[in-house]
């Protein structure tokens, strides 16, 4: 932490330097987290004339617990309410509002914000105008605790101007077509994902999808259009008008129910046939994201999502990550990736050119260090590391 009076003066230049350039936004954010010692920093734009959230964008913001809140998590948000209702510049700290009951029993807590270890948080409107309103807050862990009565007072001196910087620039935090905030998080993501109308016209790839489409031919993109091999893109197409169908009728159905609209995921198995060994099978996973279901983060209009796994496009285990978290050793990463990718353990020993039993004992040691002891449930901790979710 450093709330020093030389570090306020430089976060007044970064706050304004924020206001003239956008770009600049992220280094401060960045900046911010480091000086108060939070786990995240978050800023949050809804769009009032269109209705959409319109920016979203912080420190250290987990982007799968992003798309879930956006998704699900933001209708059972208790915390929500209680900073949309209070006035310009005054500051909810969550701890004061929800007990310690409510947090050991509400969903909200128990399933997301806990899992990702944001248990604290510290929020104000910074802006609320007829074009939009902007949300400020400092999340922290439960080791961390709530925001520090030293890290409140630098944040009361910092306010003015950062809501000053914020109505300086506001055209940055209200909807654009060119920076919708759906694609911004997408591309964060190391998964191949394709975002196209019902019809099957690309609105968007991420740069992982970018070089999925270069590694296979099992899909492409022709003149604008998602191209997969028959019958499987058929069955895609028929798949996507179902799904629409069916946001339509809940719409019609319920059109002020304020909730979610289911949103399950549905898959196809794309393989080339008659190459034996040499098979290639790429897995699509899709799923219709609906303009009131995700805020309007993806548009105004329905989207289909499409998640690809291939296995030349699989993420590789950041082994400088299980180094830095757990302490394994060389020979410890090594084991712990070829698990990840499927491999049993006496064609490790093979690959390691050892005994089996030496790759036994090593592993033994890796479930120690990672407090995991299956296989299983190794792997899964292996899978759902940050690094190899999100892009740098």
């Known amino acids: 932490m450093d709330l ?50 319109s920016y979203s964008d912080g420190a250290n913001m987990p982007v799968e617990g992003e798309l879930a809140y956006m998704q699900h998590y933001r209708f059972v948000d208790p915390r929500a309410p209680v900073v949309l209702q209070r006035a310009v510049g005054e500051w909810t700290h969550c701890h004061e509002i929800l007990d310690e009951s409510t947090v050991a029993r509400h969903p909200f807590y128990q399933e997301f914000l806990i899992p990702h270890d944001r248990r604290y948080m510290t929020a104000t409107k910074l802006v609320d105008t007829p074009e ?40 940055h935090f209200v909807y654009s077509t060119q920076a919708l905030v759906g694609q911004l998080l997408v591309n964060k993501l190391r998964q191949p994902v394709i975002l196209m109308t019902p019809g099957g016209e690309v609105m968007h790839t991420n740069e992982a999808a970018q070089e999925l489409l270069r590694s296979t031919g099992l899909v492409a993109v022709e003149d604008g259009r998602l191209q997969l091999p028959q019958p499987h893109h058929a069955d895609l ?27 399950l995921f549905r898959s196809l198995l794309i393989a080339q046939e008659g190459r034996g060994e040499r098979a290639e099978t790429l897995y699509a996973f899709f799923s219709m994201l609906a303009p009131q279901q995700m805020m309007g983060s993806f548009g105004l209009r329905p989207v289909v999502m499409l998640i690809f796994y291939h296995p030349a496009s699989a993420p590789p285990i950041d082994s400088g990550l299980l180094y830095a978290v757990f302490g394994l050793t060389p ?20 690959i390691q050119g050892t005994q089996h039993e030496t790759v036994r004992k090593q592993l033994r040691s890796i479930y120690q260090k990672t407090a995991t002891n299956r296989q299983p449930e190794l792997v899964r901790l292996l899978l759902h590391l940050p690094h190899n979710a999100v892009q740098n």
């Open 4 to 53: 020093s009076e030389q570090s306020f003066h430089r976060f007044i230049d970064l706050v304004y330097e924020a206001a003239e350039g956008p770009r600049h936004w992220r280094r401060f954010y960045e900046a911010l987290q480091q000086a108060l010692g939070v786990q995240s920093i978050h800023m949050l734009g809804t769009d009032k004339r269109h209705g959409t959230l």
């Open 132 to 171: 939009a309103t902007i949300i400020f807050s400092t999340l922290s862990s439960a080791a961390q605790g709530p925001l520090s009565a030293e890290a409140r007072a630098f944040m009361d001196r910092l306010l003015p101007h950062l809501q000053r910087a914020c109505r300086i620039g506001l055209q």
């Open 237 to 263: 197409l028929r798949h996507c008008a179902e799904m629409e169908q069916a946001i339509k009728s809940a719409q019609a159905d319920a059109p002020a129910a304020g909730g979610p609209v289911a949103s």
């Open 331 to 350: 020979a410890e990463c090594r084991i712990a990736t070829l698990l990840a990718e499927g491999i049993a353990l006496k064609r490790i020993a093979e």
